[in-house]
Structure formats: structure tokens, C-alpha cells
């Protein structure tokens, strides 16, 4: 256990410690002399010189303690409890409790960590949040031991980083299906042009054809039609070529979740300006990005033309725009636990201190109460 002083400044008030000293120095009995008959005749002689002397101990006990308390309350006292103990075993609860000493600190990866004894939790538990609120807890140098699945649901998108060395035990677990997601397909996208920008369409479908070529999928016939037809209702990816308004009916698409991919010539509908997600080597706007509801409105920043918009003639540029065509992914949340080990070299979480001035309060007024009973019960000593 130690202990500190938040403003240590407060024990000048120690200074003080004079007073009490000062008042029962000042306080000795006055005597007055009597002349006796007897004595009148007597040679005077030299009175002895007067001895200091400190009367009632105790009181005087009492008030220099309640000055050095007052003086200690004032530096703002604090303790830190240091806690030692073995190493803490955390258990992922799709995991079964690992066999361990009798009497050892084995607790399941969850909220407020229950004793390895209690029913397992839920498996699905915010794995990351609770390693670093583990870390936090812990006393500095006390050994981490996390059992976890193969995979771990509940990671967030950074890999922890704590204070201290982490023993990882990665172990199969039943409950647990050791199997990443797969990637999702290319989106197909549904084309629909005004007649005078059916040239630019063609290259939005050259742009689906390398796609699925890319991902080897069978093709997908690329569909093309006027303004007017209408478009499939799993529709997830429309591009609209025209130089009018965008229609309700489109407003309505992308507020339910899709993505819509505008020409350069539409009117932007939205009040808030896009985002810029693409540009080009030197800098010049190629596509904006503007959220709708639950979808997405994306626009190029000129005409789908060699001359204007030279990364067309890009072999990478189908890659390019699918990129920027997905929305920004979530967080992670299933991963890999081998690739997901905790890292050391974070700064070591400061534990908060315990004030101790509440304490030292209920001590000094108890202290003056004493001293107030003293003083009052105390009689002044009479002259001989």
C-alpha cells in the first residue's frame, strides 16, 4: 500500500502547531501575594526567576493533533491498495472451463467477470472491450492468461494493444463454426441512359463484364435500357445517365438501401454537397459520395469520355470504381484469433487513488469533541 499528498503545499498549515503552545503558555494562574504580619520585617530578596511550564497534557495532546490533522487535511491524503496475486485465466464462454489449480483466479470472458464456476455466458461477447477492461483492472505486472475459440465473434476493427504480455491459448470450441464468411459477389449493376449518353453507358457495361471476370463468375448480361424502363426488384446497384432531375421514384430506391451512380449532367438532388472519394493523380474530382436514408448517391465529375475522364483507358479502372462503389465496411467483427493475439507496449492504466481526507474528517471531529469535553471538564488548578 502507498500513499501520497495531492497538494502537499497544505502542510505549511503544520506551522500552526505554535498556537496551542503559545495559549496554554499564556494561560498560567495568576497570583496575587497576601502580606502577613509576621513576614513584614523580613529582608526582601530576589524573587527566583519563573520557570516556563506547559499545564493539562492531554489538552494540550489533543489540540496539536487537531492542528497536524487540519494541516494533513489541507495536503489532500491519498492510498493506493497495490494487489498482487497470481495469474488472471480468462475464458471465452463458447470454450469449456480449462483445467486448472484449485484456487486459481479462472473467470469467463464477459461482462463483469463471473467466476469459472457460474453458468457460461453468452458466447457471442465484445471480445476487445473486455480484454482492455481486464488489462485496466489488473495490477501492474500481474500475468493474463485468455482462452479463446479459433474464431471470435465480437472483435472490433484494431487489434488490442494492453499494458502487459498476454499468454493467448487459442483451443476449438464445438459452439463456435471455424469458418470465415466468404466474399461477397460483384454487384450487377442496371443501367439506364438518356439517348444522347448511350456511349457512356457502354463503358459503365465494359466496366460489369471485367468485374465478374475478375472474380471468375459467369457474366452477367449487362442491363441496358432507356429512362423509362423500369428496373428488377433486386435491384442493389443502378447507374442513371441524364441531364434532368432525379426522379422520386430513384430518391425513394436509394433511401430504401440501394446505391444510385450518377452522370456528370444530372442535377445533384441532395442539399449537402458530395463527398469527394476519387481523385485523380493531380488532384481533380473524378466521383462524390453523399448519403440517402440507407443507401448512397454517387456522381462522376465528368462525362465518361477518354478525352475528359482519361482512367477509362486504365486496366485498374474497373477495380477503381468498384472500390469506391461499396460502402465503407463495418467494423469486423468475426477474425481469425491467431491473427487477432493482443499486443504489448501500451501505457499502463493508472489506477485511481482513495481519498483519505473523508476518513481524516470523522477522525478530527471526533478528536474535537474530546478536546471540547476536556476543556469544559477540566478544573483550573487553584493557587496554594
Do not use: C
Amino acid at each position: 500500500m502507498s500513499f501520497g499528498l495531492a497538494f502537499p503545499l497544505g502542510l505549511l498549515a503544520l506551522l500552526g502547531l505554535v498556537l496551542p503552545l503559545l495559549v496554554h503558555l499564556a494561560r498560567r494562574e495568576q497570583q496575587q501575594p497576601t502580606m502577613f504580619a509576621a513576614l513584614r520585617w523580613l529582608r526582601a530578596v530576589r524573587r527566583p526567576r519563573q520557570k516556563l511550564r506547559l499545564e493539562q497534557w492531554l489538552l494540550l495532546a489533543l489540540r496539536l493533533l487537531l492542528v497536524a490533522g487540519l494541516a494533513l487535511l489541507l495536503a489532500a491524503p491519498w492510498f493506493l491498495r497495490d494487489e498482487g496475486g497470481g495469474a488472471r485465466v480468462l475464458v471465452h464462454p463458447a470454450l469449456a472451463p480449462p483445467e486448472t489449480e484449485a484456487g486459481a483466479d479462472v473467470r469467463w470472458l464477459a461482462p463483469a467477470f463471473p467466476r469459472i464456476d457460474t453458468p457460461a455466458p453468452e458466447p457471442r461477447q465484445p471480445v476487445a472491450s473486455l480484454l482492455r477492461q481486464a488489462d485496466a483492472e489488473l495490477a501492474t505486472g500481474r500475468p493474463l492468461v485468455v482462452h479463446v475459440p479459433v474464431i471470435i465473434d465480437g472483435a472490433d476493427g484494431e487489434r488490442p494493444r494492453l499494458s502487459r504480455a498476454v499468454q493467448w491459448i487459442v483451443k476449438a470450441s464445438p459452439s463456435v463454426t471455424d469458418a470465415m464468411p466468404t466474399a461477397a459477389l460483384p454487384a450487377v449493376m442496371v443501367i439506364r441512359h438518356a439517348p444522347d449518353l448511350a456511349g457512356q453507358a457502354r463503358w459503365l457495361a465494359a466496366t460489369q463484364t471485367a468485374w465478374f471476370a475478375a472474380a471468375q463468375q459467369t457474366e452477367a448480361q449487362p442491363d441496358i435500357a432507356p429512362l423509362d424502363a423500369p428496373w428488377p426488384e433486386d435491384t442493389k446497384l443502378l447507374a442513371w445517365l441524364a441531364a434532368d432531375e432525379v426522379p422520386e421514384s430513384l430518391m425513394a430506391f436509394a433511401n430504401d438501401g440501394g446505391t444510385i451512380l450518377l452522370g456528370d449532367t444530372t442535377a445533384w438532388p441532395l442539399a449537402a454537397p458530395a463527398e469527394a472519394v476519387w481523385r485523380g493523380e493531380s488532384g481533380e474530382l473524378l466521383l462524390g459520395a453523399a448519403r440517402h436514408g440507407q443507401g448512397r448517391l454517387l456522381q462522376f465529375a465528368a462525362p465518361l469520355d477518354p478525352a475528359t475522364f482519361p482512367e477509362l483507358l486504365d486496366a485498374r479502372f474497373p477495380q477503381w470504381l468498384q472500390a469506391r462503389l461499396q460502402a465503407p465496411p463495418p467494423a469486423p467483427t468475426r477474425v481469425d484469433a491467431q491473427a487477432y493475439a493482443p499486443l504489448a507496449g501500451a501505457a499502463a492504466y493508472a489506477p485511481p487513488n482513495q481519498p483519505l481526507a473523508p476518513w481524516l474528517a470523522v477522525v478530527l471531529a471526533a478528536l474535537f469533541l474530546v478536546e471540547r469535553w476536556l476543556a469544559a471538564g477540566l478544573a483550573p488548578r487553584r493557587p496554594a
